[in-house]
């Protein structure tokens, strides 16, 4: 992929690119993954060469990076899994081969986001949005039946001593409450599919992820 296009800073546009990331880019992947998982998050999830090098040799049409005049700032990772509706449950660990994505299958029926990062100081552009976009774009592209991820629930923790976490998806899902991930997915399509507890070791969401998908629309999906 190598798609160009404007991103407005205060109403200014500003010239970006949205292409698969290469080994040359891998320092400053890691540096983004700093900036935007600080501590209390584990550092042991940060991206690493050894994973960053398997994105490009085993999924390449997964491995996305934005660049803002010329400024790397974002990155997007999948992989193909088959997935069945019927057996929704798994952990992060367990879908991605704990970011490594050694699991990959070129003929997967399902797209698997394995992590979405764009620098704290660019996020007021909706380059995760255009990032987004691009990964839907791979899902028709490759005739995959869906793009499917767990959102954590970065915001739980703040209201984890008040109410259950399917009390606050459901607070999320009708406006009461905003949630900086769920809340940012559903601005992007992806619709709930599954709560899902010891998904991801995170502090902030207790565990906790929301299975959440993208179906194609140029395909007819069973329900």
């Known amino acids: ?27 400053n992947l890691i540096r983004i993954q700093h900036e935007c998982f600080p501590p209390p998050f584990p550092s042991e999830l940060l991206w690493n060469n050894e994973q960053l090098s398997n994105h490009v040799k085993l999924f390449p049409e997964g491995a996305l990076c934005v660049e803002v005049e010329g400024v790397l700032c974002g990155s997007m990772t999948g992989l193909r899994v088959d997935f069945s509706p019927q057996h929704p449950l798994h952990s992060w660990e367990e879908i991605t081969s704990n970011g490594y ?42 005739d995959a039946d869906r793009l499917l991820g767990g959102g954590r629930l970065s915001g739980f923790h703040r209201q984890s ?48 992820g929301l299975l959440m998908e993208w179906k194609n629309p140029f395909k007819k999906l069973a329900p």
């Not at 070129?106 to 660019?122: A, E, F, R």
């Open 1 to 27: 992929m190598n798609k160009d296009f404007f991103v407005f800073d205060s109403n200014i546009p500003r010239k970006a690119v949205i292409r698969n990331y290469t080994e040359q880019d891998f320092e």
């Open 101 to 142: 994505i050694t699991n990959h299958k070129n003929t997967g029926n399902t797209i698997y986001i394995v992590d979405i990062s764009v620098s704290p100081t660019y996020r007021s552009l909706g380059i995760g949005k255009w990032l987004m976009q691009s990964m839907y774009e791979v899902v028709v592209h490759l």
């Open 161 to 208: 001593s008040n109410m259950s976490a399917e009390e606050y998806i459901e607070k999320v899902l009708c406006g009461e409450l905003k949630d900086p991930v769920i809340t940012f997915l559903l601005k992007c399509g992806r619709t709930p599919v599954q709560l899902v507890e010891n998904y991801l070791d995170d502090e902030e969401s207790k565990n906790y």
